[in-house]
């Protein structure tokens, strides 16, 4: 018997209320300790903005899944349920700590770049060494290569990648956050449809905390994700994105691993033209610009609210493809 999408459904909420709810605790607080974004160059906003975001998403996530851990120790109304996320704990416990620690890892790396501005050498050392691990700890991309050096250099590649997508992709209100919660609830129908129900339900989880932070930061912020919550945000889907399986028995589609790049064609795109435009201007990469894909909207005339709609419109498009590539 399949999991209820009731359950997949439940997680999402309870993310986003989780969030929601705490967002004014962490607000409050980083206002006490400095934690916020200053007005100044490139930047839009007048007064100083909570730098809250991040803090409140993997909050969001984590109390959930620690109440869901707590409420399997008693029986669901259909015994099945209860004995499936039994087992997926079981089986997948080592790698659910793994992310939670990796992802932990990257809040707090993140969380000294807002707070210190961390040189881009030292940053990019703290994404390697999480990335590193991540892939150790066996959540690893293999695309039918017996190789275990490639596995290990594809998996920290795709995951720096990701990163710094979303970190990059960073620059407007809503647009990294409506983002991470269209691609999560894409990998979550997918990874439900192959009967990866704890899978699934974890990328509700991500899905629905980020949609939980929306209302706090678009149209109008009242507090930003910051690296904190972009790092956090790349590095969670650059997981789920190798967790699905989209190749298997049941689905023998060799072009089906190529979901990811096609759910996270926007921030993959940006990317590798903000790259590719800094190198031919020869300028260094993680300089930042007004070149990505956000502001070469406004700059054909529309409003940054409406430029980040669009960009959500285009990575839902994104999404429903991978989606029916893993269907037909």
Same mark, same amino acid.
Request: hydrophobic share 55%; proline share 5%; aromatic share 12%.
């Given at each position: 018997?399949?999991?209820?999408?009731?359950?997949?459904?439940?997680?999402?909420?309870?993310?986003?209320?989780?969030?929601?709810?705490?967002?004014? &605790?962490?607000?409050?607080?980083?206002?006490?300790?400095?934690?916020?974004?200053?007005?100044?160059?490139?930047?839009?906003?007048?007064?100083?903005?909570?730098?809250?975001?991040?803090?409140?998403?993997?909050?969001?996530?984590?109390?959930?899944?620690?109440?869901?851990?707590?409420?399997?120790? $008693?029986?669901?109304?259909?015994?099945?349920?209860?004995?499936?996320?039994?087992?997926?704990?079981?089986?997948?416990?080592?790698?659910?700590?793994?992310?939670?620690?990796?992802?932990?890892?990257?809040?707090?790396?993140?969380?000294?770049?807002?707070?210190?501005?961390?040189?881009?050498?030292?940053?990019?050392?703290?994404?390697?060494?999480?990335?590193?691990?991540?892939?150790?700890?066996?959540?690893?991309?293999?695309? $039918?290569v017996e190789s275990?050096?490639?596995?290990?250099?594809?998996?920290?590649?795709?995951?720096?990648?990701?990163?710094?997508?979303?970190?990059?992709?960073?620059?407007?209100?809503?647009?990294?956050?409506?983002?991470?919660?269209?691609?999560?609830?894409?990998?979550?129908?997918?990874?439900?449809?192959?009967?990866?129900?704890?899978?699934?339900?974890?990328?509700?989880?991500?899905?629905?905390?980020?949609?939980?932070?929306?209302?706090?930061?678009?149209?109008?912020?009242?507090?930003?994700?910051?690296?904190?919550?972009?790092?956090?945000?790349?590095?969670?889907?650059?997981?789920?994105?190798?967790?699905?399986?989209?190749?298997?028995?049941?689905?023998?589609?060799?072009?089906?691993?190529?979901?990811?790049?096609?759910?996270?064609?926007?921030?993959?795109?940006?990317?590798?033209?903000?790259?590719?435009?800094?190198?031919?201007?020869?300028?260094?990469?993680?300089?930042?610009?007004?070149?990505?894909?956000?502001? &070469?909207?406004?700059?054909?005339?529309?409003?940054?609210p409406v430029a980040?709609?669009?960009?959500?419109?285009?990575?839902?498009?994104?999404?429903?493809?991978? &989606?029916?590539?893993?269907?037909?």
């Amino acid at each position: 018997m399949s999991v209820p999408w009731l359950v997949y459904f439940l997680s999402l909420i309870a993310a986003a209320i989780s969030t929601a709810a705490t967002m004014p &605790l962490w607000r409050r607080w980083c206002q006490k300790t400095g934690l916020m974004d200053e007005p100044g160059h490139r930047k839009i906003h007048s007064e100083p903005i909570a730098l809250a975001g991040g803090l409140a998403v993997f909050t969001g996530i984590l109390i959930p899944l620690l109440a869901a851990y707590v409420i399997l120790s $008693f029986e669901f109304p259909d015994a099945s349920v209860s004995e499936k996320f039994h087992y997926g704990f079981g089986k997948r416990f080592d790698q659910l700590t793994a992310i939670c620690g990796g992802a932990l890892g990257m809040l707090i790396l993140g969380w000294l770049d807002d707070k210190h501005e961390l040189k881009p050498l030292l940053k990019f050392g703290g994404q390697l060494l999480i990335a590193s691990a991540t892939a150790f700890a066996g959540i690893r991309i293999t695309l $039918f290569v017996e190789s275990s050096i490639f596995s290990y250099a594809i998996t920290i590649l795709w995951i720096l990648t990701i990163v710094n997508a979303m970190n990059f992709l960073d620059n407007m209100n809503g647009l990294c956050a409506g983002l991470t919660a269209i691609a999560a609830a894409a990998f979550g129908a997918i990874a439900a449809l192959r009967d990866q129900y704890l899978v699934s339900s974890f990328c509700w989880l991500i899905s629905g905390a980020f949609l939980g932070f929306i209302p706090y930061n678009y149209p109008k912020a009242s507090a930003f994700l910051g690296d904190a919550g972009s790092h956090l945000a790349g590095y969670l889907l650059a997981v789920i994105a190798i967790l699905p399986h989209f190749y298997s028995a049941s689905h023998p589609k060799k072009w089906a691993v190529l979901t990811p790049v096609i759910i996270l064609a926007v921030p993959l795109f940006d990317i590798t033209q903000v790259v590719l435009r800094r190198i031919k201007n020869r300028k260094p990469i993680y300089v930042g610009d007004n070149n990505h894909i956000s502001h &070469l909207l406004v700059k054909r005339g529309f409003s940054k609210p409406v430029a980040t709609a669009l960009i959500w419109c285009i990575a839902l498009l994104s999404g429903l493809l991978g &989606l029916i590539l893993n269907i037909i």
